[in-house]
């Protein structure tokens, strides 16, 4: 990905950077600079860094369970609207996308498993609403029980989406499947895109990243189909340009 630079390298994993992320940090640690100083700036950032940190779980979560079906992943991406996990192939079964489509989320459920065990381990140390450690980790459980649900939204190629191509690729064809679920994604995004409007224009972001990524996905699979045709057309006419 172009303006990307990798911070580090995990499990054999690049983990990079996209420059417009640095936009995040910047915009909310000046929010909480102008609300309560230092101290709310230092808040600010920390909490996107802990975000951060639950997203590119997240996306190792994928990249693992990949792993498990010999996918490799060669880098992870963190942009402003998210992780982005690259993998050097499409899973060719649909049990194998399910799996990794809902490996993802399930990183957060974990995390969120955890978090809220924390929270209710330690009421009596972390006692008091204004306890600052205590907020920011109820702040991160509430935003990881909001990755789990909006990383379910059917809306190819979120996870969701994913998972919704694969239940449908087990009954149709993956063509009539991806069809299927790009299309549905289309749909959603144009959602987003409104309620982005009137509200979070970080949605109008997603809903165009979701929109483009569900075309190319779709030609993808278009291309992918004609080409089998072909082979399976050379085949039947014992057409030895195949080999
Ligand atoms: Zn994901």
């Not at 102008?34 to 975000?51: C, H, K, T």
């Not at 996306?59 to 993998?87: K, N, Q, S, W």
Request: hydrophobic share 55%.
């Amino acid at each position: 990905m172009k303006w990307s630079y990798r911070i580090a390298r995990i499990s054999g994993i690049d983990v990079r950077i996209h420059v417009t992320f640095l936009l995040l940090p910047a915009f909310f640690g000046f929010a909480g600079w102008r609300d309560a100083g230092w101290p709310g700036a230092v808040g600010e950032v920390s909490f996107i860094a802990a975000l951060f940190f639950c997203v590119l779980l997240h996306e190792f979560g994928h990249a693992m369970a990949g792993r498990r079906y010999g996918i490799r992943t060669p880098d992870i991406t963190l942009l402003p609207i998210g992780g982005v996990a690259r993998m050097d192939q499409i899973p060719d079964k649909p049990s194998m996308e399910l799996v990794i489509a809902v490996a993802g989320p399930a990183v957060n459920v974990a995390i969120a498993t955890v978090l809220a065990g924390i929270l209710m381990l330690t009421g009596g140390i972390l006692a008091g609403p204004d306890n600052t450690l205590r907020v920011m980790l109820h702040n991160l459980l509430v935003v990881n029980c909001g990755l789990i649900i909006f990383n379910m939204i059917p809306a190819f190629p979120m996870d969701g989406g994913r998972v919704l191509r694969a239940l449908l690729a087990m009954k149709f064809s993956h063509l009539g499947a991806t069809r299927v679920a790009a299309r549905t994604g289309q749909v959603l995004a144009c959602g987003f895109a409104v309620l982005g409007f009137f509200g979070n224009p970080m949605l109008m972001l997603i809903a165009l990243f979701v929109f483009n990524g569900a075309q190319v996905e779709l030609q993808y699979a278009v291309q992918q189909d004609q080409y089998e045709q072909m082979l399976r057309e050379m085949m039947a006419r014992n057409d030895p340009r195949q080999l």
